[in-house]
């Protein structure tokens, strides 16, 4: 009769080491992730496919389908926005301007459309957008430096160096930029307010630059003086009158005009002298009781 062997206990020795469970334990546990990358590789590559397959009309639509869905599998909305640079831009018209919904998916985000809309604001020279993953949106501004402000028909504007319109409201908190006036003063702005910035003794008097037949400027000061510049060479003309400030006061003379559009010769026109009161007479003191008599003898003729 054969011997019937009995199955044999396993040994010590077959069990597998702690370093082996822990492998063991690691691979159940990276199995369903290791399932969802390649499910998702797999969505990414067939989204890829038809997106270079799709008519190009249609791109853009699959292209910002595709970023939203890989945002949305991978966790990435946005949760925060940091604005760097911002000083006089209103903020409502800046937020409205980036259009951000918290919690939309940041790789569907447009920050080139961003950026368009931000630099049409009038107080953005330039912008830049960017994201940082896995939440943030990054602005940063370049504003407009307020230069001057514009009078144009009864409107008060603040400009910038290049003549650009930067505001038309709260124009007052600037109240101490230099004033200039009339059509196309914008433009040429510049030029003449570096010209009266190496003259500070006559830019302390300027009240307003009033740009005359988009040609020349006439400067008005404080103490009511009207200075015609030429049409060429204002800041010729300016330092000269600068010079003769400093030499014989002229600006603080009783003076209404000072035309300096020639340019070998000053013509001055002087204020008006107020002719000189001349008090009344008065009648002679001995005339008073005489009239007063007289009064009494009237009143008591008899009718």
């Known amino acids: 009769m054969p011997r019937v062997k009995g199955r044999s206990r396993a040994s010590s020795g077959d069990r597998p080491s702690r370093a082996g469970l822990l492998v063991r334990r ?12 390649a499910a998702f590789v797999g969505v ?25 869905g890989v945002s949305s599998v991978l966790g990435m909305r946005i949760r925060h926005v940091v604005i760097e640079g911002r000083a006089n831009t209103p903020e409502p018209l800046l937020r409205a301007a980036i259009g951000v919904t918290p919690g939309q998916p940041i790789l569907a985000y447009s920050v080139a459309a961003a950026r368009t809309r931000i630099e049409s604001l009038s107080w953005v020279s330039a912008a830049t957008v960017e994201r940082r993953l896995p939440g943030t949106i990054v602005v940063h501004l370049e504003e407009r430096r307020p230069f001057a402000i514009w009078q144009d028909r009864g409107r008060f504007l603040l ?3 290049a003549g650009q319109v930067v505001a038309h409201q709260d124009v007052s908190a600037f109240r101490s930029l230099p004033l200039v ?9 510049a030029g003449l307010l570096d010209a009266l910035q190496q003259a500070p003794q006559v830019a302390a008097r300027v009240a307003a630059a009033v740009r005359v037949g988009r040609r020349r400027w006439n400067l008005q000061l404080t103490n009511g003086i009207d ?7 204002a800041p010729r003309a300016i330092a000269r009158l600068a010079q003769l ?3 014989h006061d002229l600006l603080d003379r009783p003076l209404l005009l000072v035309d300096l559009r020639l340019p070998d010769r000053m013509v001055i026109r002087p204020a008006p002298i107020p002719p000189t009161p001349i ?25």
């Open 181 to 189: 006036v009339g059509e196309g003063a914008p433009n040429h702005a």
């Open 159 to 161: 400009i910038d160096r």
């Open 26 to 37: 690691a691979r159940r546990a990276l199995r369903p992730a290791a399932f969802a990358a």
């Open 245 to 247: 400030q400093t030499a």
């Open 227 to 233: 200075v015609l510049l030429p049409e060429d060479h």
């Open 44 to 68: 990414v590559l067939v989204a890829v496919l038809l997106h270079r397959a799709a008519p190009a009309s249609s791109r853009p639509v699959i292209g910002f389908g595709l970023r939203a």
């Open 279 to 303: 008090p009344p007479t008065s009648a002679p003191a001995a005339a008073a009781p005489a009239a007063a008599s007289h009064a009494a003898n009237t009143t008591r003729r008899p009718t």
